[in-house]
Structures are given as C-alpha cells and as structure tokens.
C-alpha cells in the first residue's frame, strides 16, 4: 500500500530555516509528479510548490526564492527546505502526488505543523 508521512515540523523564530520531510514507498518518486501543500487554521488548503519527475521544480509566488523542494530516490524521501521563515508560513504541511493521474483525495495524511513565532 502506497503511504506518504510528512515529518520534521516544528517551532521556529522568523527569519529562520526548517526541513521537512516525506517519506514515500518504493519508487513512487521516481515516477511521479509530488507537491507540498500547506493549511493554516480556518483557512483553505494551498499549493507551495512541485517536483516534477525530470527534477524540474515550481512554486507558489509566496515561498519562491525561499523554499526549494528535493527528492532522494535512494531514501524514498521528498524533502521541503525552508529558508528565510515568516509567521504567514505558519500551517501544517503536507506532501501528495501533483498529476491527474493518482487521485489525491486518497493520499492525505496527518501533516507536519510548522509554527513559525517569536
């Protein structure tokens, strides 16, 4: 069964930096399109970013030039790497397939909060 765990949330002071992590089964990185996706209390949930399968990358106009998403295949393992930190950023974070291909209804799982405050 296909599963994808975020991890590595947690507090942070504004301007600093934090790493998230999504772990995923076999080669399902290799073969498909991944986002992070990000939902603060009350609000709808948003797009941060993808990570298509020929390692090109796109992002929200919010996190670009701040965030960078990267995968290792070898660890079955996306990553989200966040610099430069503000309180708007504060949400939990989630990682899911970004293809029409693989419903991503079925794939939602807990997330990683990321509370980013003085």
């Known amino acids: 069964q296909v599963q994808l765990v975020e991890s590595g949330g947690g507090l942070v002071q504004p301007g600093g930096s934090l790493r998230l992590s999504c772990a995923a089964s076999?080669?399902?990185?290799?073969?498909?399109?991944m986002g992070w996706y990000r939902q603060a209390p009350g609000k709808q949930r948003e797009w941060v970013g993808t990570?298509?399968?020929?390692?090109?990358?796109n992002y929200a106009d919010s996190v670009k030039g701040r965030f960078t998403i990267s995968r290792d295949n070898g660890k079955n393992t996306l990553y989200l790497q966040m610099n430069s930190l503000k309180p708007e950023d504060t949400a939990v974070y989630y990682c899911?397939?970004?293809?029409?291909?693989?419903?991503?209804?079925?794939?939602w799982g807990q997330g990683t909060q990321v509370t980013v405050s003085s």
């Open positions: 899911n397939f970004k293809t029409y291909s693989v419903p991503q209804e079925n794939y």
């Open positions: 076999g080669s399902i990185l290799r073969l498909y399109a």
């Open positions: 990570l298509r399968v020929d390692g090109t990358t």
